[in-house]
């Protein structure tokens, strides 16, 4: 075949759209492989028809994709039930959290089962407290230091009054959460009580911490001068921190370990802007306590009040926590002076002084006194 | 020679139902064939949506074949699509991958599937033609349509467009694709 076939346009889609075979086939491609214009026709028209079957093929497809519908789009369920069940997951965690442990969405109550636990929590506490007492007790008569563990238990919880032979003093803590031991009251009785005391001195340390960060904001508010000697109070650095931490026992301390000169601590005019006397009871002091204040000092000379009259109690008021100390006096008329230093609270009444030791700086001036001596 | 092999029934109709027009039965082999094309596809750096895609261009294919009486019911539909989704796939990939366009006999062209025709519709060529094809207006982009893609005859094509006679649709037919090559002209 020696025409030049692509000219027709018969025979050119016929072979382009593969209606052609055998040997009429053959001849048609021999030709080509001598004809460069004819291969160039060939390649025009197979590109037209690809072109045109290719818009067809969309076009029909959309129509069939149309027609599975839905099943045309898939959806991958096995993904979308694995972020379903981690959503749930999640969300289960939260409430059982919130449920067990929490507060309640809308606001500070706690939840029911919190409440329940709360109130085991305050038996097993006073289980805590039974211990202690049965401790000191037996420990009274054996050896009365203030060093044993049931009395750092007390005086790192702060939830006992301490009570120690030598030193009538007491100290607790009022308006105080009570520890939480959501699991104490399904213990064995003799097991309870241990774990019920270990787990007290840890739940209050952690409250303590964050007691620790609220008087350290609050004390940011208070002016040095307010705590100590004018003098004094130039020589120390004004950006220390005032801190609240834990609490140990009332001892009495010989004068010549004050940090302050005796002869200038027991001269007129004791009362700073945060220490305040005032008369009544603890419970008529606590209403005149206000926040921002440090240090109260309540001289009880109203006969019937609770304390006896040869004592006084300094309140320390902070982030809603109230220290109560009890310190004998011999003479309630005598001026009172509270002073915070390092890691010590004293107090002077007449010519006796008082430290309440504050091993991890229940209230501090993170700051080094002048070293003066008497 | 390819030997046959026995068909079902259902297999049968289905193939009856197709040769008929009926696109609906293109979803039965939809729904048959696509775990098998899906694996192919995914274990070869494809996703489920080119899976999809591959499959309704196979299917497309198939029928058009079916109704042009190039596919005889030899072998089962099933095997023919999954020969046309790979080829079909292989051709795609070799485009993503920006390779040159493959030698068309290097393809596996398996007796029953996709013929090299088939294969040239995803070239840049055909791309610009289709391009071209959206700007040709009715009656003669339906009209090419129906020639290459229906591969109708003449006669039925004057019948459809009401024409006089199949020598005035092959006049018509020529006048389209002239048309078509002056879009395609201007658009290149």
Redesign the interface.
């Known amino acids: 075949m020696n025409d030049h076939w692509t000219k027709d346009?018969?025979r050119l889609?016929e072979y382009?759209?593969?209606g052609i075979t055998g040997d009429r086939l053959e001849e048609m491609r021999h030709h080509l492989n001598t004809c460069s214009p004819c291969r160039q026709r060939v390649k025009?028209e197979?590109?037209?028809?690809?072109?045109?079957?290719?818009?067809?093929?969309?076009e029909?497809?959309k129509?069939?994709?149309a027609?599975?519908g839905g099943?045309?789009i898939?959806i991958?369920w096995p993904r979308v039930l694995s972020i379903a069940a981690i959503l749930v997951i999640v969300a289960g965690i939260g409430l059982y959290n919130r449920w067990f442990f929490g507060m309640k969405p809308d606001g500070n109550e706690r939840s029911p089962m919190a409440e329940m636990q709360r109130e085991d929590a305050g038996s097993a506490a006073r289980d805590a407290e039974d211990i202690s007492d049965e401790t000191s007790k037996r420990e009274k008569s054996d050896q009365p230091a203030a060093t044993d563990i049931t009395a750092e238990s007390q005086r790192s919880t702060g939830l006992a009054s301490i009570d120690e032979p030598e030193d009538p003093a007491s100290v607790e803590f009022k308006d105080q959460e009570e520890s939480r031991q959501p699991y104490a009251s399904k213990m064995p009785a003799g097991k309870k009580k241990e774990w019920a005391a270990e787990k007290t001195v840890e739940s209050e340390v952690m409250e303590l911490d964050e007691l620790n960060e609220s008087g350290r904001q609050a004390a940011k508010n208070v002016p040095i001068e307010s705590v100590m000697e004018p003098d004094m109070a130039a020589q120390v650095d004004p950006d220390s921190e005032l801190l609240v931490s834990r609490v140990t026992a009332l001892r009495r301390r010989s004068a010549d370990q004050l940090p302050l000169p005796v002869d200038r601590s027991s001269s007129g005019g004791d009362t700073r802007p945060n220490t305040e006397s005032v008369t009544g009871t603890p419970e008529t002091a606590m209403s005149a306590l206000r926040p921002d204040r440090i240090i109260v000092v309540h001289p009880l000379s109203a006969p019937d009040a609770s304390e006896s009259a040869d004592s006084l109690t300094v309140m320390i008021r902070r982030s809603g926590d109230t220290l109560h100390v009890s310190v004998p006096v011999a003479d309630p008329e005598l001026p009172v002076r509270v002073v915070a230093t390092g890691d010590s609270l004293w107090i002077l009444t007449g010519q006796t002084v008082w430290s309440l030791l504050v091993p991890e700086r229940m209230m501090t001036r993170d700051r080094k006194l002048p070293s003066e001596k008497p | 020679m390819t030997e046959s092999i026995p068909v079902s029934q259902e297999e049968q109709n289905l193939y009856n139902r197709l040769r008929a027009g009926d696109m609906s039965a293109l979803t039965t082999l939809y729904h048959e064939n696509r775990t098998p094309v899906h694996s192919l596809v995914t274990r070869n750096s494809g996703s489920r949506h080119d899976s999809d895609d591959i499959l309704h261009e196979a299917l497309i294919i198939l029928w058009q074949q079916i109704r042009t009486g190039r596919f005889e019911l030899r072998a089962r539909m099933g095997t023919f699509l999954y020969a046309t989704a790979r080829n079909l796939w292989l051709r795609r990939l070799s485009r993503r991958r920006k390779e040159p366009t493959a030698d068309l006999s290097a393809l596996e062209i398996t007796d029953g599937s996709v013929s090299p025709l088939e294969m040239m519709v995803e070239t840049e060529d055909s791309d610009a033609v289709r391009r071209s094809l959206d700007k040709l207006p009715d009656p003669c982009r339906s009209l090419l349509i129906a020639f290459y893609w229906e591969e109708l005859p003449m006669k039925e094509i004057a019948e459809k467009f009401g024409l006089a006679n199949a020598a005035t649709a092959k006049a018509k037919k020529y006048q389209c694709k002239e048309q078509l090559k002056k879009i395609l002209q201007r658009i290149s």
């Open positions: 346009e018969d889609s382009v759209l593969g025009e197979e590109a037209i028809a690809a072109g045109v079957r290719r818009h067809a093929i969309t029909q497809k129509q069939l994709q027609l599975i099943s045309g898939a991958p």
